[in-house]
């Protein structure tokens, strides 16, 4: 199994910076990527960064020059560096890795941390 542990979310003012982070361990062998996903009230759940295992990234359109998604191998961790926010950017941001087991893609998501941006 996989256990993902988030940290770093809270409540930010509109134009601050907040970095998330994601540590996972367990059985984390195999993964091809780390993603940072976020769902606010109302809303279905998005894609806000990916990182595949040879360090391509891929952003959703609206974070695109103002979030940065890395990763420390050597510790199973990634990262999301959140710049310029905007309390459009509310909502319960979730870390997402994907595994190969046997030939088949297996995803795990954490529990999620929440991100308020309010003045």
């Known amino acids: 199994q996989v256990q993902l542990v988030e940290s770093g979310g809270g409540l930010v003012q509109p134009g601050g910076s907040l970095r998330l982070s994601c540590a996972a361990s367990?059985?984390?062998?195999?993964?091809?990527?780390m993603a940072w996903h976020r769902q606010a009230p109302g809303k279905e759940r998005e894609l806000v960064a990916a990182?595949?295992?040879?360090?391509?990234?891929t952003y959703g359109d609206s974070v695109k020059g103002r979030f940065t998604i890395s990763k420390d191998t050597a510790k199973n961790t990634v990262y999301l560096l959140m710049n310029s926010l905007e309390p459009e950017d509310t909502a319960l941001y979730y870390c997402?890795?994907?595994?190969?087991?046997?030939?088949?893609?297996?995803?795990?998501w954490g529990q999620g941390t929440q991100v308020t941006v309010s003045s």
């Open positions: 367990g059985s984390i062998f195999g993964i091809y990527t």
């Open positions: 990182i595949n295992a040879g360090g391509t990234t």
């Open positions: 997402n890795i994907g595994r190969w087991i046997s030939g088949a893609k297996v995803g795990y």
